[in-house]
Each structure stands twice: as structure tokens, then as C-alpha cells.
């Protein structure tokens, strides 16, 4: 009876201490349930609240867009009123200069990815560009000085230039002093598709397979060139070129000096290489004796100092549909070219015998940029598949994929380069970051992000110690790649250009930045103090490609003018 007793009491105790185990459970599952509910709470809260910080950083740059270009209309307007009153009255009226103020919010980082205003540029436009008569100018860099525009890079002329025209209507071309058209009559041109942002994306049918393929259009942009003065003793009669007579047709270019700064810089035209379609990619061989071309269909190789076509590396011409090539890059020997196309593919060309020595594959979309490796053993490619490739061309393999899932690009790499030393391979993307790594174990290194908007072109300095960056957000970067790790080391912001930057290319000896843009322009920047010196509007169309010899001596612009021209630059 009693061990009847003692077993009923510790099935009652076990029973009780069963129920609080059971309460207690509850308890601390319903306290979970409201800790889980809280934090889903302040999550949604943050996202909320990091959604409106962007959506305001968005539209605070918007405006400052459109905040420029009103700007820009009250400008041509004053300086129409100040041409009808020197008409009027016979004398000089100084030009005003107007600065915006700089546009930040607390917690928003600069618009323009400009230092903080202390030591921002003043101007987040392009110059100001007035006649020589003019008092004044904004300089890229907020500099005030007047800008002289003459022919064939002369240095600024007499102060007793002609006067120039009122502006002429929008949309066409300004016409010269002299009554000469600086567009020359419209060729036939095909639109060619840049690589552009996921929501650019449009679809695309072609061999009854449906392709997801960005598309820009090239056409004339919206941006025309600035009304200019021209003085007639600085007008080139026209140039020899490898595709077409000398005349008038070749004197459609201008220089723009900035008189803010000084400069001894000259440009001549050397030659014309008119294509049959866009001309998407330039590059020097490394002697500077050989350039190299890509549009659609084929590459071509020129003689630089005598303009003339070497030799032209085709596709299959009953291929149907287009193919263009995207990329050119020579082997530091000279004796391969790299070809990236849309074909997905790199093709390594025999430059000597003009065979095909291999074809890489093994992208899953266009390849939109090329580079050797300091030793000729490597290549990078970088690819609308938001990867890039390291290729080996003893092995015929590839050797590294750059890019994944966690610190790849998370859209299509645009630009890829090798540093001088070889030891590091940089990329742009159209996610607006630019990334590095290392080219011997491909092991991810080092983001940068400032861009607001795609990054469509990198380029090392020949130091190997800075890396430039143009984007579609209208401005140039340079990045300190030397140093401790930091994911904000933007050296300096170069803000200029009417439209996208599209290309940028250093000059050996580290002077001078240039760029190449949509709103057809080239300039030539102060890599130091991020102020450009020089402005050459030398084509009908987006200036895609721009690329500088090793001597030196010459640089070479590609455009959707389906013309690609050779130019001298000199002190």
C-alpha cells in the first residue's frame, strides 16, 4: 500500500513539473513569435525607410538634371540678349557667370559623386562655351576664362575674331562663319545597340530564338555641338584620308581651348577610315605603327602613317542578320588580335599569316570588351553574362571566372583591363560598380562605388597606381587602387560631358585623360586636377571608342558616324 502511495505521488510530481515545462514552453514560443513579429516590423521599416532615401537621392538627381538644363536655356538666352546689344550698341558686354548652388540632403551622398561642396566643383555642368569676345566662362572645374574654338587645334587666335551667329534652331546643325555646315550631309549609318541596363533590355527574335539583347540607339543625340567661333585663317582645307578625297567635307572639326588654364596642346587630323557600319572599337598595336578597327561583320587593321587598309579579318558575310564586333585588342608582340563580338565568342587572329589561330568559348552572351596581359599569355573578356573570363592562349583554356553570385557584378561587365604589371585585372559593369581582382588566383579584391548610372569603360594609368572610370551618369572617375582597403577611395570626379561618357583611355606618359562621348565629343583632362583643357567635337555622332598610341603621337576615335579618324596630338 505505501509503494502504491509513493509511486501515485511522483507520477503526480512528474505530472506537475511536465505541465510547467509545457507552460514555460508556450511562454517563451509566444515571446518568440512577438520578438519574430518586432523584427519583421523594423526590417519592413528599414527597407521602407532605405527605399524613400533612394527614391529622394533619385529624384534630387533628376532635378539637378533638369535643373542644368534650364540653366543652359537661360544661358544661350542671355548671351542671344548680350550678341542683339553689342549689335545695338557697338561695345563689349562682359558675359555673366552664374554657379548653382550644390544640391545635397543630410544622409544623401553628393549627386554627382563630387567631394562635399567646400571642395566640389562649383558647376556640375558641362563649360560654358562663348565666343572669344566673351569676358567670362565656367570651366568644367568652375574656373572662370573664356574658351577660343579654331581649326585643326590652333592655339587661341587675335582677340579681333568675327563675331558669331545667333544659335540656330534646335535640331539642326550650327552652321560656321563662313556659311560651311560643321555636319556635313547625313551618310547612311546603321543604329547600333550599346550594352545598356536591365530595364533597357528589349526583345530581341532572331533565328526563331528569342534573345534578351540591351539596345541604345545611336542616333544623333540630342546634344549639338556649342555654338562656336570660327576664324577663317584656322579652317583646314581637308585631309588626305585612306577612304576619301581631300575637301571640304573634312574640315568639319573644332578644337576648344579653356583660356582658364594654359595650355600648348595642338591636335591635327590625320586621316579619315570611313566603314560601311557603326564603328564600335579602336586600339593601337604596341609599336603604334598598326590600328586596329572593329563594326559589324569585321575588324580592319590600318597603317597609321599612311592611313591605308591592311588587311580586314571578316565574318561570315552570308551569315544573316548582324554580328558586330565589340572589342579589338593586339598581343603586346603584335602578332595576334583579339576580336570580341556578339557571337559570344573571343577569336585570337593570326596577324602576320591573317589566319585564325583559336576561338574561345564559353560566354553566354556578347563580349563587350577585350585586354592582353602584360605578357601576351593572357586574355580578359568581359561579357553581358555579368562575367568575366581569364583565357590563356598557351593552354587554350580558360584559366579564372571572375564574377559570382556573391561579389560578382550583378549586370553585364561593359570594360575590363589589365594593369601594367599584370598582376591585377579591373572591370566595369552596368551595376554601376567597378570591381578588381587578383589575375594570378582570381580571387576577388576590391569594389568601387560612386557611379550613378553604368560604368561603360575602365583604364589603368600606366603607373598601374589609379584606375579611370566613365559612366553613363555623364562624368569620369579616378580611383586610388594602392593603400589600405576601402571601398571609397574616389581620387577625384571629372564632370564635363553633355551625355554618357563612353569611353576613356590614359596617355602614356600620364598627362592627360581623355574621354569620348555621346554628345560627340572628345576631352582631353588634367588628370591632376581634374580640369579639362580641351574640347574636339570632331564627329556626327557618339564618339563610342577612343583609344591612344603607345608612342604617344596619335589617338584614334571611333563613332556611330560609321567613321573612325586618326589625329596627331603635339606640344
Given at each position: 500500500m505505501?509503494?502504491?502511495?509513493?509511486?501515485g505521488?511522483?507520477t503526480?510530481?512528474?505530472?506537475?513539473?511536465l505541465?510547467?515545462?509545457?507552460?514555460?514552453?508556450?511562454?517563451?514560443?509566444h515571446?518568440h513569435?512577438?520578438y519574430?513579429v518586432?523584427?519583421?516590423?523594423?526590417?519592413?521599416?528599414v527597407?521602407n525607410?532605405?527605399?524613400?532615401?533612394?527614391?529622394?537621392?533619385?529624384?534630387?538627381?533628376?532635378?539637378?538634371?533638369?535643373?542644368?538644363?534650364?540653366?543652359?536655356?537661360?544661358?544661350?538666352?542671355?548671351?542671344?540678349?548680350?550678341?542683339?546689344?553689342?549689335?545695338?550698341?557697338?561695345?563689349?558686354?562682359?558675359?555673366?557667370s552664374?554657379?548653382?548652388p550644390?544640391?545635397?540632403?543630410p544622409?544623401?551622398?553628393?549627386?554627382?559623386?563630387?567631394?562635399?561642396?567646400?571642395?566640389?566643383?562649383?558647376?556640375?555642368g558641362?563649360?560654358?562655351?562663348?565666343?572669344?569676345?566673351?569676358?567670362e566662362m565656367?570651366?568644367?572645374?568652375?574656373?572662370?576664362?573664356?574658351?577660343?574654338y579654331?581649326?585643326?587645334?590652333?592655339a587661341?587666335?587675335?582677340?579681333?575674331?568675327?563675331?558669331?551667329?545667333?544659335?540656330?534652331?534646335?535640331?539642326?546643325?550650327?552652321?560656321?562663319s563662313?556659311?560651311?555646315?560643321?555636319?556635313?550631309?547625313?551618310?547612311?549609318?546603321e543604329?547600333?545597340?550599346?550594352?545598356?541596363?536591365?530595364e533597357?533590355?528589349?526583345?530581341?527574335?532572331?533565328?526563331g530564338?528569342?534573345?534578351?539583347?540591351?539596345?541604345?540607339?545611336?542616333?544623333?543625340?540630342?546634344?549639338?555641338?556649342p555654338?562656336m567661333?570660327?576664324?577663317?585663317e584656322?579652317?583646314?582645307?581637308?585631309?588626305?584620308?585612306?577612304?576619301?578625297a581631300?575637301?571640304?567635307?573634312?574640315?568639319?572639326w573644332?578644337?576648344?581651348?579653356?583660356?582658364?588654364?594654359?595650355?600648348?596642346?595642338?591636335?591635327?587630323?590625320?586621316?579619315?577610315?570611313?566603314?560601311?557600319?557603326?564603328?564600335?572599337?579602336?586600339r593601337?598595336?604596341?609599336?603604334?605603327?598598326?590600328l586596329?578597327?572593329?563594326c559589324n561583320?569585321?575588324?580592319?587593321?590600318?597603317?597609321?602613317?599612311?592611313?591605308?587598309?591592311?588587311?580586314?579579318?571578316?565574318?561570315?558575310?552570308?551569315?544573316?542578320?548582324?554580328?558586330?564586333?565589340?572589342?579589338?585588342?593586339?598581343?603586346?608582340?603584335?602578332?595576334?588580335?583579339?576580336?570580341?563580338?556578339e557571337?559570344k565568342?573571343?577569336?585570337?587572329?593570326?596577324?602576320?599569316?591573317?589566319?585564325?589561330?583559336?576561338?574561345?568559348?564559353?560566354?553566354?552572351?556578347?563580349?563587350?570588351?577585350?585586354?592582353?596581359?602584360?605578357?601576351?599569355?593572357?586574355?580578359?573578356?568581359?561579357?553581358?553574362?555579368?562575367?568575366?573570363r581569364?583565357?590563356?592562349?598557351e593552354?587554350?583554356?580558360?584559366?579564372?571566372?571572375?564574377?559570382?553570385?556573391?561579389?560578382?557584378?550583378?549586370?553585364?561587365?561593359?570594360?575590363?583591363a589589365?594593369?601594367?604589371?599584370?598582376?591585377?585585372?579591373?572591370?566595369?559593369?552596368?551595376?554601376?560598380?567597378?570591381?578588381?581582382?587578383?589575375?594570378?588566383?582570381?580571387?576577388?579584391l576590391?569594389?568601387?562605388?560612386?557611379h550613378?548610372?553604368?560604368?561603360?569603360?575602365?583604364?589603368?594609368?600606366?603607373?598601374g597606381?589609379?584606375?579611370?572610370?566613365?559612366?553613363?551618369?555623364?562624368?569620369?572617375?579616378l580611383?586610388?587602387?594602392?593603400?589600405?582597403?576601402?571601398?571609397?577611395?574616389?581620387?577625384?570626379?571629372?564632370?564635363?560631358?553633355k551625355?554618357?561618357?563612353?569611353?576613356v583611355?590614359?596617355s602614356?606618359?600620364?598627362?592627360?585623360?581623355?574621354?569620348?562621348?555621346?554628345?560627340?565629343?572628345?576631352?582631353?583632362?588634367?588628370p591632376?586636377?581634374?580640369?579639362t583643357?580641351?574640347?574636339?567635337?570632331?564627329?556626327?555622332?557618339?564618339?563610342?571608342?577612343?583609344?591612344?598610341?603607345?608612342?604617344?603621337?596619335?589617338?584614334?576615335?571611333?563613332?556611330?558616324?560609321?567613321?573612325a579618324?586618326?589625329?596627331?596630338?603635339?606640344?
Amino acid at each position: 500500500m505505501y509503494n502504491n502511495s509513493s509511486r501515485g505521488l511522483v507520477t503526480s510530481r512528474i505530472s506537475d513539473q511536465l505541465d510547467n515545462l509545457k507552460q514555460e514552453f508556450e511562454t517563451m514560443a509566444h515571446e518568440h513569435n512577438m520578438y519574430k513579429v518586432q523584427r519583421d516590423d523594423l526590417e519592413r521599416k528599414v527597407q521602407n525607410q532605405v527605399g524613400e532615401l533612394t527614391t529622394i537621392q533619385q529624384t534630387l538627381y533628376d532635378l539637378q538634371q533638369a535643373h542644368n538644363k534650364i540653366k543652359q536655356q537661360y544661358e544661350s538666352e542671355i548671351m542671344n540678349l548680350r550678341r542683339q546689344l553689342e549689335m545695338s550698341t557697338g561695345n563689349v558686354v562682359p558675359y555673366p557667370s552664374i554657379n548653382p548652388p550644390s544640391i545635397q540632403m543630410p544622409g544623401v551622398s553628393s549627386l554627382s559623386g563630387a567631394p562635399p561642396p567646400s571642395t566640389a566643383p562649383r558647376s556640375q555642368g558641362p563649360p560654358s562655351l562663348v565666343p572669344a569676345g566673351g569676358k567670362e566662362m565656367m570651366s568644367g572645374n568652375g574656373s572662370t576664362g573664356s574658351i577660343f574654338y579654331g581649326m585643326g587645334g590652333s592655339a587661341p587666335g587675335a582677340p579681333d575674331a568675327k563675331r558669331n551667329f545667333p544659335p540656330p534652331p534646335q535640331g539642326a546643325p550650327p552652321a560656321l562663319s563662313s556659311g560651311l555646315p560643321l555636319q556635313p550631309p547625313k551618310r547612311g549609318r546603321e543604329e547600333y545597340s550599346y550594352p545598356a541596363q536591365a530595364e533597357r533590355v528589349v526583345d530581341d527574335e532572331r533565328d526563331g530564338k528569342l534573345n534578351r539583347r540591351p539596345q541604345v540607339s545611336t542616333g544623333n543625340s540630342n546634344s549639338q555641338p556649342p555654338d562656336m567661333e570660327i576664324k577663317d585663317e584656322n579652317r583646314k582645307g581637308g585631309v588626305n584620308g585612306a577612304n576619301g578625297a581631300a575637301g571640304a567635307e573634312d574640315a568639319d572639326w573644332i578644337v576648344g581651348y579653356n583660356s582658364g588654364v594654359q595650355t600648348n596642346l595642338n591636335i591635327d587630323l590625320s586621316h579619315n577610315l570611313d566603314h560601311s557600319s557603326v564603328v564600335c572599337c579602336v586600339r593601337f598595336s604596341n609599336d603604334g605603327k598598326h590600328l586596329a578597327t572593329g563594326c559589324n561583320k569585321s575588324a580592319q587593321i590600318y597603317d597609321v602613317t599612311t592611313g591605308e587598309k591592311i588587311h580586314t579579318f571578316a565574318e561570315d558575310p552570308n551569315k544573316e542578320g548582324d554580328l558586330y564586333i565589340r572589342s579589338v585588342c593586339f598581343s603586346p608582340d603584335n602578332k595576334f588580335l583579339a576580336v570580341g563580338a556578339e557571337d559570344k565568342t573571343v577569336k585570337v587572329w593570326d596577324v602576320e599569316n591573317k589566319r585564325m589561330h583559336h576561338t574561345f568559348a564559353g560566354h553566354g552572351l556578347d563580349i563587350y570588351s577585350l585586354d592582353f596581359s602584360r605578357d601576351g599569355n593572357l586574355i580578359v573578356s568581359g561579357s553581358g553574362d555579368q562575367k568575366a573570363r581569364i583565357w590563356d592562349l598557351e593552354k587554350k583554356e580558360c584559366v579564372h571566372i571572375l564574377g559570382n553570385d556573391e561579389v560578382g557584378p550583378k549586370d553585364g561587365v561593359t570594360s575590363v583591363a589589365f594593369s601594367p604589371d599584370g598582376k591585377l585585372v579591373a572591370a566595369g559593369s552596368l551595376d554601376r560598380i567597378v570591381r578588381v581582382w587578383d589575375a594570378t588566383t582570381g580571387y576577388f579584391l576590391e569594389r568601387y562605388e560612386g557611379h550613378l548610372d553604368s560604368v561603360y569603360s575602365v583604364a589603368f594609368s600606366k603607373d598601374g597606381k589609379t584606375l579611370a572610370s566613365g559612366s553613363l551618369d555623364k562624368t569620369l572617375k579616378l580611383w586610388d587602387i594602392v593603400g589600405s582597403r576601402s571601398r571609397s577611395r574616389c581620387r577625384s570626379t571629372f564632370t564635363g560631358h553633355k551625355d554618357y561618357v563612353l569611353s576613356v583611355a590614359f596617355s602614356p606618359d600620364g598627362n592627360w585623360l581623355i574621354s569620348g562621348s555621346k554628345d560627340r565629343s572628345v576631352q582631353f583632362w588634367d588628370p591632376r586636377s581634374a580640369i579639362t583643357h580641351m574640347m574636339l567635337q570632331g564627329h556626327k555622332n557618339s564618339v563610342i571608342s577612343v583609344a591612344v598610341s603607345p608612342t604617344g603621337r596619335h589617338f584614334a576615335t571611333g563613332s556611330g558616324d560609321c567613321r573612325a579618324r586618326l589625329w596627331k596630338f603635339y606640344h
